[in-house]
């Protein structure tokens, strides 16, 4: 068969099914029920327009107290997220627990409206509006919903968004430093180190810490921060390359003239004996500013 009959008659089947689809007409349902099986069905069939079209007509027409309306709001949800609409999905997401906080799809509700938000923010160099609302989403979910199987789920989400935060700070102090301009990395640096210290950046942050010192001759602080990252982070290689351990002086053997006895100490009188307490290292500073 020719190709372009081929095409024609593949283009004619086409609108054969399209003409013999009936035209989704929501105002059409006589009662409530019969519009949400059929939106539930537009849904399942990723028919995502209809679906929309059939749950934004029961969001706004069902009493307020209807059994039907928490559903609604959810597979609206639903229906936006399909489309990748995320911020209309967010949002009728998020109207299921401020209308039905006791409902049991509120939990539900509130992780995707987290999820929702969090396809938002498409990578940590981005702005990070949607990436706080929906780590904001997530804690206000931990905190909401203490049994809810999906816990772990949510935690995950926080989890990760907490590295995109710490890289975002993380990636802004190493350009000041490629910049030589240490006193903005150090302030970016130790915000990573602060605020997420769990996170795989931590590392690095430290270590940037320590580059930025030494560039600018603040030994003190450089000896500080090394202090920490071995403490934390020991037999790591790269630790090691920008802190290597100070070796220990071996102990000499003493001669036997030096094996003398020492002669005694006179007896302490009791003020003599109130020592002041050790002073150990300070911590490491904690960031005077949050970075813009």
């Known amino acids: 068969m020719p190709r372009r009959r081929l095409h024609r008659l593949l283009s004619l089947s086409l609108l054969t099914a399209v003409a013999c689809r009936p035209h989704f007409e929501p105002i059409k349902y006589t009662s409530n029920q019969a519009l949400f099986d059929a939106s539930l069905k537009e849904l399942h069939g990723e028919h995502w327009d209809n679906a929309v079209a059939g749950f934004e007509r029961l969001t706004t027409t069902l009493p307020a107290r209807d059994p039907l309306l928490p559903e609604s709001y959810f597979y609206l949800g639903q229906a936006h997220e399909g489309k990748n609409e995320f911020i209309l999905a967010a949002q009728a997401y998020s109207r299921l627990p401020e209308a039905f906080p006791e409902d049991t799809l509120a939990d539900d509700a509130t992780y995707q409206a987290g999820i929702s938000y969090s396809r938002l923010w498409k990578r940590p160099s981005l702005d990070a509006e949607y990436g706080e609302t929906a780590l904001s989403t997530f804690t206000s979910f931990m905190v909401a919903y203490p049994d809810s199987p999906l816990r772990d789920s949510a935690q995950k989400q926080i989890n990760k968004l907490n590295e ?47 580059q930025s010192y030494r560039a600018i001759k603040y030994r003190e602080e450089m000896a500080e921060t090394c202090a920490t990252l071995n403490s934390k982070y020991p037999g790591d290689g790269d630790v090691h390359s920008e802190c290597p351990a100070e070796k220990q002086p071996a102990t000499p053997i003493a001669t036997p003239a030096q094996q003398a006895p020492a002669p005694a100490t006179p007896a302490q009188t009791p003020e003599q004996r109130t020592a002041a307490p050790s002073q150990g290292a300070p911590p490491l500073e904690r960031a005077g500013t949050t970075p813009p």
């Open 164 to 210: 995109w935060f710490a890289k975002k700070s993380y990636d802004t102090g190493k350009l000041y430093q490629r910049r030589k301009a240490y006193d903005s990395a150090i302030i970016y640096y130790k915000y990573v180190v602060q605020q997420y210290a769990q996170t795989q950046h931590a590392k690095s942050a430290l270590i940037g810490l320590v």
